[in-house]
């Protein structure tokens, strides 16, 4: 029996594998952004999963809401230091946008997430 609900949300799968891809990615980055973009890259990913599992493990919707919303923010931020990494050199086109599509499916399903608890406090 699983004792943690949120590990059963493909949303929260999802994103435990977009942290991954990022970390993948992030050996790829020159050393003088290890600090900065990096950095940067690496807690925006994580807040995504950190984020699922504190929202929807909190008893009021409103909050468990607030924390999707929040998760949403981060993976928009992901997004778009993915998108300056490529303009900068650091991952190619084709990274960039394996990476999109990986965000887009997470974006899709956080959205779910949050109107089903939406629908739960109707």
Do not use: W
Request: aromatic share 8%; charged share 25%; glycine share 4%.
């Amino acid at each position: 029996m699983e004792l943690f609900g949120y590990r059963k949300l493909v949303a929260y799968k999802k994103a435990k594998g977009l942290v991954c891809q990022t970390y993948l990615l992030l050996k790829k980055f020159p050393s003088i952004e290890q600090h900065a973009m990096c950095g940067q890259l690496r807690r925006a990913a994580i807040s995504i999963t950190s984020n699922i599992a504190e929202g929807v493990n909190r008893s009021s919707i409103k909050e468990k809401i607030h924390f999707i919303e929040i998760s949403f923010a981060s993976l928009m931020e992901v997004s778009s230091q993915f998108e300056i990494a490529e303009e900068l050199g650091y991952i190619t086109t084709e990274e960039r946008l394996s990476i999109d599509k990986i965000i887009e499916e997470i974006a899709r399903l956080l959205s779910g997430l949050r109107k089903s608890f939406i629908i739960q406090d109707s």
